[in-house]
């Protein structure tokens, strides 16, 4: 079992940035990638970014060149988000594979507004 626990979100204007945080606990062990998904309300949701255990990244291209996903050594990962967008506002939500098993957390809501 693996417990993942977002912070960070909150309310931000247009251009700005914020950081998400994820943290997980558990049988951090057994976790192979982890990532980041939002949905906006009334949208499905979807990919944003991902990390490996070899911290190899890629980015969904709504994100690229504005969002830099990251990971220390206490299996924490980390959401920079440069240049908000108002498209941008949704819940985050943090998730990892491990064991063949997805797990997510609860989510952090971000909203881009002026």
């Known amino acids: 079992q693996v417990q993942l626990v977002e912070s960070g979100g909150g309310l931000v204007q247009p251009g700005g940035s914020l950081r998400l945080s994820c943290a997980a606990s558990?049988?951090?062990?057994?976790?192979?990638?982890m990532g980041w998904y939002r949905q906006a309300p009334g949208k499905q949701r979807e990919w944003v970014a991902q990390i490996t255990s070899s911290s190899t990244t890629t980015y969904a291209d709504s994100v690229k060149g504005r969002f830099t996903i990251s990971r220390d050594n206490a299996n924490t990962v980390y959401l920079q988000m440069n240049n908000l967008k108002p498209e941008d506002t949704a819940v985050y939500y943090c998730t990892a594979w491990a064991g063949g098993v997805r797990y997510w957390g609860q989510g952090t809501a971000v909203t881009v507004s002026s």
């Open positions: 558990g049988s951090i062990f057994s976790i192979n990638v």
